[in-house]
């Protein structure tokens, strides 16, 4: 009994000086937490580098919110943190990232080791882009018009936006609504809410790991492989696919009539890049278009057309235009749409583009070369014709002045192959709501510019006022393209076509913005005319540029393919049964849909991919290298990345730890005091004795 008292005692003690040492190494793990949240990754170019990138391991520091402009200043202070040596990471409101004067403090601090961004509902104009839009890192133009009034005011002479602008050596990431109110909770219950700047003990700390591989420009990076020659390279070019369409796939000789619209879009986050006024709305232009063009014409009226035309939804225009540049290297060099079936250069005559629309503003027919007006008179005259509310007319000053648009830098692009660039010449318009000198847009490629920004909800209707204004414009620019192309026009073959094109800007828009598997419908009076759509994942559809990778086509760019398939369809289509995708640039053929949960449909149609690598750049396998380094065509790579990662936890203190092990030794040396005196000057009851044993002398 007596031993088994001592070995209770003694266990006690060890477990106090263990318990001081559980303590001390469990502080960093007490409500340690892991998320998995959207990063910004890392894009380069020959210049340099845009976006961030974690250290390896990951980067750590101590929260600190910051969700006013006002608490800037305290962050930077003379007792601030950033004075401190520590580390900090900081929780910072939307409202704030909006601030173009607290982000351009903010960012350039020594200590930040990175961002999280949450939604606090504010919505004030809001973009990541530059004030001169169009422009890649470190060629902006000072003299170009600044048509970006709420973009810039971060880099380089405030020219560059957050998106532009390599941000800090660390990662940023944006928080999920759920994932920022569980952190937002957990700061508002730990020491760093009323003293954030001051380090104590037991406070709220995170680990950030995006950790980029690429470094330097994008020719360092190309250079490099991971695992060998047979592994994966540091970056991959931008840029992936095009969707084009035309009017008559056996009529590439013909005179053509280019119809465009950029397929990507941009936001800090790409993962959360809708550009809904800045691209979706110009998509669901072109796909209506090509249908109220081509509806009701037979394979024999399309070939008998006078003109060609050309439906083209360009991928990467906002990285130097690489969809359209792709374009014009195949066009000069004989590719286009194939070697064996080209059309010529001298052919394209005129070209019409769809910039930024949708959000009830005027629109505007935007004529880009002064020296040329006959096709945008002819587009506004018609535009006029047909809308309630006539368009705007507006001009460029020169066509290097003119507003952002595939058309400008096409225009301004040298001879190649030996063959004269046709388009520094070409009669070129624009529809957009940009006007003479600037954007309507607010939130100029931002997440932002997403449904909300045009007004639109699940519950919207085909005649909602900024649907019926759109169509209204599009009718005009319809019945303009049918008479170059001497074809019948639009309303002699159905007078519902008005109808027709507000269910298509409609129900684009939603599969875009709002459902990626909801499928564009198309009715008549007969009922279900055709559906087209991809098995999307129920959200909306994010726009940001792909990498070019062979012949992987990203979900966007799928999207637009079958919607122009749908629209450039004959009439009389085939059974889905039997039905199976093939794919010709110069004879109609059969495209099937994979819409999920619906019916499926078959389109004999004219739409083809063409592929969207800059010119800049050669290929060999799956190596890439620039062989053009002049800074005429695009070089934006993107880096490959690992996992991105985020963990919560209770930062350990030094200072505490040593404390509660000093503590917990000090506890166990009384009680192993206390025990020997125990034993040595307590007697036992003899009662107690087992037999044939001594009693202590006392």
């Not at 250290?55 to 919110?65: A, F, K, M, P, T």
């Not at 192309?485 to 875009?512: E, K, Y």
């Not at 396998?621 to 991105?644: A, F, K, L, N, R």
Request: glycine fraction near 10%; proline fraction near 4%.
């Amino acid at each position: 009994v007596v031993m088994g008292h001592r070995s209770g005692l003694s266990i006690v003690a060890l477990a106090a000086l263990a318990l001081g040492r559980v303590d001390a190494s469990a502080l960093s793990n007490k409500i340690y937490t892991q998320l998995t949240p959207t990063g910004v990754s890392k894009l380069l170019n020959i210049n340099g580098w845009i976006g961030a990138s974690s250290l390896e391991r990951g980067s750590i520091g101590y929260l600190y919110r910051i969700d006013h402009p006002s608490q800037i200043a305290g962050f930077q202070q003379s007792n601030g943190p950033f004075y401190n040596g520590e580390g900090y990471i900081v929780l910072l409101a939307q409202s704030v990232v909006a601030n173009k004067t607290a982000m351009g403090e903010l960012l350039f601090q020594q200590q930040l080791r990175g961002v999280l961004i949450y939604d606090d509902g504010d919505r004030s104009a809001y973009s990541c882009g530059n004030i001169r839009p169009g422009f890649g890192l470190g060629t902006a133009d000072a003299s170009s018009p600044q048509w970006n009034q709420v973009g810039g005011g971060y880099g380089q002479d405030d020219q560059y936006g957050l998106h532009w602008t390599g941000l800090i050596q660390g990662p940023v990431f944006l928080l999920s609504d759920a994932d920022a109110a569980l952190v937002n909770a957990r700061y508002d219950a730990s020491r760093n809410l009323n003293s954030p700047g001051k380090v104590q003990p037991n406070m709220l700390g995170a680990r950030l790991e995006f950790f980029m591989w690429a470094a330097g420009n994008a020719k360092m990076c190309l250079r490099r492989i991971a695992g060998g020659d047979v592994g994966s390279p540091f970056c991959l070019p931008l840029g992936g696919w095009s969707a084009v369409g035309s009017l008559d796939p056996a009529g590439h000789s013909k005179e053509a009539i280019v119809v465009a619209a950029p397929m990507d879009a941009v936001s800090l986050f790409h993962e959360e890049s809708w550009g809904a006024n800045a691209g979706a709305a110009a998509l669901a232009a072109l796909v209506a278009t090509a249908r109220m063009v081509t509806y009701g014409l037979t394979d024999s009226d399309r070939a008998g057309s006078l003109k060609q035309i050309y439906f083209a939804a360009f991928e990467g225009e906002s990285f130097d235009n690489i969809g359209s540049t792709a374009f014009y290297s195949q066009l000069l060099g004989g590719r286009f749409p194939t070697g064996s079936s080209s059309a010529s250069p001298a052919n394209v005559k005129k070209w019409l583009e769809f910039g930024q629309l949708g959000t009830g503003a005027a629109i505007n027919v935007y004529n880009v070369n002064p020296a040329e007006a006959t096709f945008s008179a002819s587009v506004f005259g018609n535009a006029s014709s047909t809308a309630t509310t006539a368009p705007g007319q507006t001009a460029a000053s020169s066509v290097a002045n003119s507003a952002p648009s595939s058309i400008r830098k096409l225009a301004s692009l040298p001879d190649r192959f030996s063959v004269t660039n046709p388009f520094s010449s070409v009669e070129a318009t624009l529809i957009t709501d940009v006007t003479a000198s600037s954007f309507t847009n607010q939130f100029f490629q931002s997440r932002l510019d997403n449904a909300t920004n045009l007004g639109l909800t699940n519950a919207s209707t085909a005649s909602d006022a900024n649907i019926v204004a759109l169509c209204d414009v599009l009718r005009g620019v319809a019945l303009t393209l049918t008479l170059e192309a001497g074809v019948s026009a639009p309303a002699t073959r159905d007078a519902n076509l008005a109808t027709t094109c507000q269910q298509i800007v409609l129900n684009v828009l939603q599969g875009l913005l709002l459902n990626s598997s909801q499928p564009v419908q198309v009715s008549n009076a007969s009922g279900i005319e055709y559906q087209a759509g991809i098995a999307g994942d129920g959200r909306p559809l994010t726009r940001y540029v792909s990498v070019y990778n062979g012949k992987v086509q990203s979900a966007a760019e799928a999207f637009m393919y079958f919607q122009l398939g749908g629209a450039l369809q004959l009439p009389n289509a085939p059974s889905a049964n039997g039905c199976s995708n093939s794919e010709s640039a110069s004879s109609y053929h059969t495209l099937l849909t994979n819409i999920v949960g619906n019916d499926q449909y078959c389109f004999n149609t004219s739409v083809f991919w063409i592929e969207a690598l800059s010119p800049a750049f050669s290929e060999d396998g799956i190596t890439y290298s620039i062989t053009d380094d002049s800074g005429v065509y695009s070089t934006w790579t993107e880096s490959t990345w690992d996992e991105g990662n985020l963990e919560i936890f209770l930062m350990q203190d030094a200072q505490e730890a040593h404390a509660l092990v000093g503590g917990g030794a000090v506890y166990a040396v009384v009680i192993t005091l206390f025990v020997y005196f125990f034993n040595k000057k307590i007697a036992i009851s003899p009662d107690l004795q087992a037999p044939g044993q001594l009693t202590p002398n006392i």
